[in-house]
């Protein structure tokens, strides 16, 4: 399997998400002003729509979309699944929380384009969602003692926060801070140059 991915991007937790899970996979990095990979090649040609992370499967199948990623993995590697009977329906929740409400409330953080009211916004809207998935957070992690690849996601979405001075709630920054300490969170981070 092949990662596409690039530093510190929303890759960064499916990287961590594979390295948790023990799976064999190469990394490929993307420049994604230039949509080229580190040979050359045109990553649009893997990735029609240019954005990572991308999982490229052994017979040459891609699977795009941080949920359907992470979801792929946890349902390889229960350890990293959501507890209870309805554990795949509460995972694919907190994914889409993340992804729909977390992750896309940074983009004007990232748009050089943005005023600055415009990122004044977008940071108390990070704010209020981090404060909605704290009082959801059993602790340490999302679902309690154990991480699943969504805590993955939301570490990475508090690595941002920190980058870009947003304070998060007492139950995320103990979550960021369990997760930081684990083994696979520094060897992710250090293949990205990032540790
Ligand atoms: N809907 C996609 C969005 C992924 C996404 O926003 N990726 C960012 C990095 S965190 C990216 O590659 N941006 C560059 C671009 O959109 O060209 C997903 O959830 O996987």
């Not at 896309?104 to 969602?129: I, Q, Y």
Request: proline content about 5%; glycine content about 6%; aromatic content about 12%.
């Amino acid at each position: 399997m092949i990662l596409y991915y690039s530093p510190g991007a929303c890759s960064l937790a499916s990287h961590i998400a594979l390295e948790e899970a023990g799976m064999k996979f190469k990394l490929a990095k993307v420049d994604l002003k230039t949509h080229k990979l580190e040979d050359g090649r045109s990553y649009l040609d893997i990735n029609p729509k240019g954005y990572v992370p991308a999982l490229q499967f052994d017979d040459g199948q891609v699977l795009t979309e941080n949920v359907a990623i992470l979801s792929f993995i946890a349902g390889n590697y229960p350890g990293l699944m959501a507890p209870g009977q309805f554990g795949v329906y509460r995972l694919l929740e907190m994914l889409a929380f993340i992804s729909s409400e977390i992750h896309k409330s940074f983009a004007p953080l990232f748009r050089n384009s943005a005023t600055d009211t415009d990122k004044t916004a977008a940071a108390a809207k990070v704010r209020e969602k981090f404060k909605e998935i704290a009082a959801q957070t059993k602790g340490p992690y999302l679902f309690g003692e154990h991480a699943t690849v969504a805590d993955f996601y939301l570490f990475v979405m508090l690595l941002w926060a920190a980058s870009n001075k947003i304070d998060f709630p007492k139950p995320l920054k103990t979550l960021f801070e369990h997760a930081r300490a684990r083994p696979t969170v520094d060897v992710a981070l250090k293949q990205e140059g990032l540790a």
